[in-house]
């Protein structure tokens, strides 16, 4: 059955594979599953058509035969729990990479959203000033006991799951800020999930639309 997931026709961070459909494509490569693409225009996303879909008129949501989904956490669990790769056959290890993919979305995300809300959105804004530290430090208070908790490992709990790719997908969008450059384990622990080839295939497919002569 075809599946197909929907992206920004012009993503604003013009081809840095910030936006969230980067993270379902990532999952797909990884899972191996073939997928097409329909392109959104910011205006589409708001009409009745793409409302259908989504409800929210965001990006990204996929399609699969009868089967409509929105929210990446729930894209990238159906992709996982259908194939090898993404979660462990275990039962307890499985809860755990699932327990991961929560804690990016739920723990760590937030503050790294209200960032760059503060930062693009509100950057104009007579309290932008005073509440960058304490954004910053809600961050930190994420960032610290992450990175305690990886320690040397290469990944969160065993091998590279689910929770790993939601965790580094989640990351990557601190690096315009250099927050992260002061955690050099997850630093590398974002490298090394960019390293993946599933990755490498995800951001060059988007690459392609929001910067086609890069490539
Ligand atoms: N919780 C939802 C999910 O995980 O699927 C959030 C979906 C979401 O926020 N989608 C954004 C969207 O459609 C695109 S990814 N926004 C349009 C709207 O709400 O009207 C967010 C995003 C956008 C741009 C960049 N960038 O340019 O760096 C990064 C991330």
Redesign the pocket.
């Known amino acids: 059955m075809t599946i197909t997931i929907t992206a920004?026709e012009r993503?604003?961070?013009g081809g840095?594979g910030?936006?969230?459909?980067t993270r379902v494509r990532w999952a797909l490569e990884e899972a191996g599953l073939p997928y097409e693409v329909r392109l959104v225009s910011?205006a589409a996303?708001?009409e009745a058509a793409h409302l259908a879909v989504h409800p929210?008129?965001?990006?990204?949501t996929y399609e699969e035969g009868d089967l409509v989904l929105?929210?990446?956490?729930a894209?990238v669990y159906h992709i996982a729990q259908g194939h090898a790769g993404l979660l462990p056959q275990d039962p307890e290890a499985r809860a755990r990479a699932i327990t991961w993919m929560f804690a990016a979305?739920n723990t760590v995300e937030p503050p790294i959203l209200e960032i760059?809300t503060a930062r693009f959105a509100e950057g104009d804004k007579p309290w932008t000033a005073d509440r960058l530290p304490l954004i910053e430090a809600r961050i930190r208070a994420r960032l610290d006991p992450l990175s305690a908790r990886l320690g040397d490992a290469d990944w969160l709990d065993g091998a590279f799951s689910a929770g790993d790719l939601m965790m580094v997908s989640v990351l990557l969008?601190l690096r315009p800020s250099g927050l992260l450059d002061a955690h050099p384990r997850l630093a590398a622990y974002v490298a090394r999930g960019e390293a993946r080839p599933a990755y490498q295939r995800a951001f060059a497919a988007q690459l392609a639309v929001n910067a086609p002569s890069a490539g």
């Open positions: 920004f993503s604003p961070d840095k910030l936006a969230r459909d910011f996303m708001k929210f008129g965001q990006i990204p929105f929210e990446t956490g894209i979305l760059q969008r």
